[in-house]
Nanobody, 127 residues
Framework: QVQLVESGGGFVQAGGSLRLSCAASGRTFSSYAMGWFRQAPGKERDFVAHISWSGGHTYYADSVKGRFTISRDNTKNTVYLQMNSLKPEDTAVYYC????????????????????WGQGTQVTVSS
């Protein structure tokens, strides 16, 4: 069982930056791949980024590639999402998720294949 708590959301102007954190409970955090997803009002929950258990593999949605960076610190049981050059269309509730099986490519992008979810943190980007 893994419990996830996101933090770091807030209100920022377009072009600004935020860093989201996701703190995980449990001693087996390092065995989980982690992902970030986001959901805007009235829309589906969309994949944002994924990082393997070791941090050696990362995947990004095309919409955030080059602007967002996912990382993890297994000594702190925490995964991060550094978000730069934010745009109004990045406004959403951001969720972190843990996956206890290996994935590659498409398998890392699918929300229902993740096993544990946080409660989400709101990010609002003004124009």
């Amino acid at each position: 069982q893994v419990q996830l708590v996101e933090s770091g959301g807030g209100f920022v102007q377009a072009g600004g930056s935020l860093r989201l954190s996701c703190a995980a409970s449990g001693r087996t955090f390092s065995s989980y791949a982690m992902g970030w997803f986001r959901q805007a009002p009235g829309k589906e929950r969309d994949f944002v980024a994924h990082i393997s258990w070791s941090g050696g593999h990362t995947y990004y949605a095309d919409s955030v590639k080059g602007r967002f960076t996912i990382s993890r610190d297994n000594t702190k049981n925490t995964v991060y999402l550094q978000m730069n050059s934010l745009k109004p269309e990045d406004t959403a509730v951001y969720y972190c998720a843990a996956k206890n099986s290996v994935c590659s490519g498409y398998g890392c992008y699918v929300a229902h294949l993740y096993d544990y979810w946080g409660q989400g943190t709101q990010v609002t980007v003004s124009s």
